[in-house]
Nanobody, 119 residues
Framework: QLQAYGGGLVQAGGSLRVSCAAS????????MGWYRQAPGKQRELVAV???????NYADSVKDRFTISRDNAKNTVYLQMNSLKPEDTAVYYC???????????????WGQGTLVTVSS
């Protein structure tokens, strides 16, 4: 249902954009977001955006990362600037969505995309 792409290797101070598209029999999507999990650490919230465009960021990425979405394309983006080695992690997209087969919203996860920041 969720396909993430755009990860890769970048030098510290560089930029990268990851994207995540939701597909399938989707009736509606509420919040969409990005989480990350570094080796040996728990998964943490990076940024979230509501259907109306309100955003929330982890303190560690504020003023460096920007989350956005295209509701017509069921796609969420994460623009990452001024990357640091500590941003290295697998980035997972998340969406709270309802399919046509369901009457309630549920959480869906993408497969993750690896972002590696070299020093």
């Amino acid at each position: 249902q969720l396909q993430a792409y755009g990860g890769g290797l970048v030098q510290a101070g560089g930029s990268l954009r990851v994207s995540c598209a939701a597909s399938g029999s989707i009736a509606s999507i509420n919040a969409m977001g990005w989480y990350r999990q570094a080796p040996g650490k728990q998964r943490e919230l990076v940024a979230v955006i509501t259907r109306g465009g309100s955003t929330n960021y982890a303190d560690s990425v504020k003023d460096r990362f920007t989350i956005s979405r295209d509701n017509a394309k069921n796609t969420v983006y994460l623009q990452m600037n001024s990357l640091k080695p500590e941003d290295t992690a697998v980035y997972y997209c998340n969406a709270e969505l309802r399919t046509y087969a369901s009457t309630f919203y549920d959480d869906y996860w993408g497969q993750g995309t690896l972002v590696t920041v070299s020093s």
